[in-house]
């Protein structure tokens, strides 16, 4: 059944900082979410409960990933850090550097695309993340991690979306499908079993990217106001926006957009600050604010019709 509406959101957590990225763990059920002046990092169950709220000392940080209960992966500007012994007193090392995203995770996996177009896979171990590099083919403009795929934004051409099996990029492609003219400055994807979406943070517009199958199929829409954030849910998309909304594009709206797109639902989501990233979790959107804020809200699915 697809989405209809996303519920009114209410606050589960708060730090201190401006909240600049989130990270699901399916497997632990939880949510991280980190921000900046001062830097600190709130666990949070996917029903919203309980929460834990920590400092890190470090300085400008970008991305997190969760890896276990006991173990994350941060980003500061090119460099990561390994976050460990999350559970009692938490402390960061140095793990790798030139590195432009990470992404994940997937299990306790997360994948970091460095500048030099390498990627490391960065998995929980016993006592630190360990680190295994892998070699690309092609100079990859992005990269994201789905339970039994990954997906890539490849530099060949104009561009090109690609699908592989499996957690990392190694194998293969099975689909594949030249991206829109346009689409040179977007570079964070958000990939998905029936959908993705590639956007830039603060940009209206946003490459859709519909699968059938093995067959894909590409759109360029604007939407009405530039994204601070978005993901994926099934065949829908909920972005983010600097005014304080939420808005959800359902299947039907996607189908039927050509350059513009309009959305299903849209409500505004009662936070003090700007929403920044935004992060779904079984059926839960997180939203963290530059107000420090953490919001949880759930995504309504439209209710099966009886014939």
């Known amino acids: 059944m697809p989405f209809k509406n996303v519920s009114q959101p209410r606050r589960v957590a708060s730090v201190d900082g401006v909240v600049e990225s989130g990270s699901y763990n399916r497997k632990l059920g939880s949510v991280a979410m980190i921000s900046n002046n001062p830097v600190q990092v709130v666990v949070v169950g996917q029903s919203g409960s309980p929460a834990k709220v920590f400092g890190v000392q470090l300085n400008e ?3 997190i990933s969760l890896l276990s209960r006991d173990m994350a992966v941060i980003r500061t500007d090119n460099e990561v850090w390994q976050l460990l012994d999350i559970a009692h007193k938490a402390r960061v090392d140095p793990l790798t550097t030139d590195v432009r995203s990470i992404v994940g995770p997937v299990g306790d996996a997360a994948l970091a695309l460095r500048w030099d177009n390498s990627l490391e896979q960065l998995t929980a171990g016993k006592n630190e993340v360990a680190s295994r590099s892998i070699q690309l083919r092609g100079d990859h403009r992005a990269i994201d991690i789905g339970e039994n795929e990954c997906y890539a934004v490849v530099e060949d051409g104009g561009g090109e979306f690609r699908i592989h099996p499996g957690s990392t990029p190694e194998q293969g492609s099975t689909a594949k499908i030249a991206l829109p003219a346009g689409t040179k400055s977007l570079d964070r994807l958000r990939g998905g079993k029936f959908l993705s979406a590639l956007y830039q943070r603060n940009n209206p517009d946003v490459c859709l990217i519909r ?3 093995n067959r894909l199929e ?8 530039p ?5 994926v849910a099934e065949t829908s998309m909920i972005a983010i926006a600097k005014d304080g ?11 039927k957009a050509t350059s513009r797109i309009d959305s299903k639902h849209e409500m505004s989501l009662g936070c003090q600050g700007e929403p920044r990233c ?6 839960h959107l997180f939203v963290g604010t ?9 995504i309504v699915r ?6």
């Open 61 to 63: 940080v970008t991305d």
């Open 211 to 213: 699968r059938a199958g």
């Open 218 to 225: 590409t759109k360029l829409v604007r939407l009405d106001v």
């Open 227 to 231: 994204v601070t954030d978005l993901v």
């Open 245 to 255: 909304r939420v808005i959800l594009y359902d299947s039907e709206s996607i189908e």
């Open 278 to 283: 935004c992060v779904v979790a079984h059926g």
């Open 290 to 298: 530059s107000a420090g804020e953490v919001m949880l809200a759930v």
């Open 302 to 307: 439209k209710a099966a019709s009886l014939i």
